[in-house]
């Protein structure tokens, strides 16, 4: 396991370049103007000669690739630089948004896993029955509805029409104080949203996996012994069928980052979704670099820990070959 992580972090090491790179250059061609959007509507009534010298100020007469070195020793030093739009250093934007971004996808991830594997199980159990194809049917719906259609829904539902949950925020607006149950509350319609979103796919692969083990002949010889089907379906079938579940921890960290801007936007929860907006249309190269390099080691992490978890679930698996 420590050879494996230590060959893929020689690995990300490229990758976390040549992306940040490909930020730097995107960012430079964009046609948004850093100096224009750090000025706001001071920029309206400047003359040229001003915004020139606070373009100088600022480091964007600069070439992008000089740009992107500046920030990348620095980086490698633990400074992250100064944001423009926030007017505050990247660390201490990304190290106040983080943790609620972090909140919400850990949660919305781990609902998702556990109602998509009962629920895949349940199908598998029966197939071609009523709840198999009850499932199934509701399965291909959500994962063609998109996430920012089923948030709104929601808010309209149990928002707004049942009065159950809060719209939006971090807590309620009359508060003075964060407490543990104002979030708690205010973290189940966009948790819920963003697991339905993921959900899909988990109750599919897991249906598809139990349903291919309890084919196979170890599952078919534990029914033959006379093992009950509780111990059969759990004990047998399940621990074969999760494997390929295992690969999809990777595969949807993508798809999780950009559900959760979505869903952070469409909440108004205090997640790094609004600095990553504010970053892009101001063309805030630091901030954009730091928040590109994080999405990238969050993904790499991700493929790592599935394909430790597989090494660790299926012993056929070498991980020194993987």
Known sequence: MARLAGRRSLFAAPVLLVVTFAMFAIAAASPFDPVRAYAGTAALGADRETLDRLRTNLGADRPFAERWWDWLTSALTGDLGQSSVMRQPVAEVIGERLVWSTL???????????????LGVLAARRQGGWLDRTVTSLAYVLSAAPVFWTAL????????????????GLTDTASEQVTAAQVASHLVL?????????LPWFTLYVRQGVADALAEDPVRGARARG???HTVLLGHALRSGLL???TLIGSRLPELI?????VESVF???????????AATAVDFPLLAALTALATVAVLAGNLLADLLYGLFDTRVELSEM
């Open 104 to 118: 919400l996808c850990a949660v919305a991830f781990a609902a998702a896993v556990l109602a998509g594997t009962l």
């Open 258 to 262: 950009t559900g959760a801007l979505l």
């Open 268 to 278: 108004s929860w205090p997640g790094i979704a609004a600095a990553t907006v504010e």
């Open 227 to 229: 093992l009950s089907e």
């Open 153 to 168: 829904l929601a808010i309209w539902l149990f928002a707004l029409r049942l009065d159950l949950l809060p719209a939006g």
């Open 190 to 198: 966009p948790a819920g949203v963003l697991a339905v979103s993921q």
């Open 244 to 246: 390929p579940v295992l």
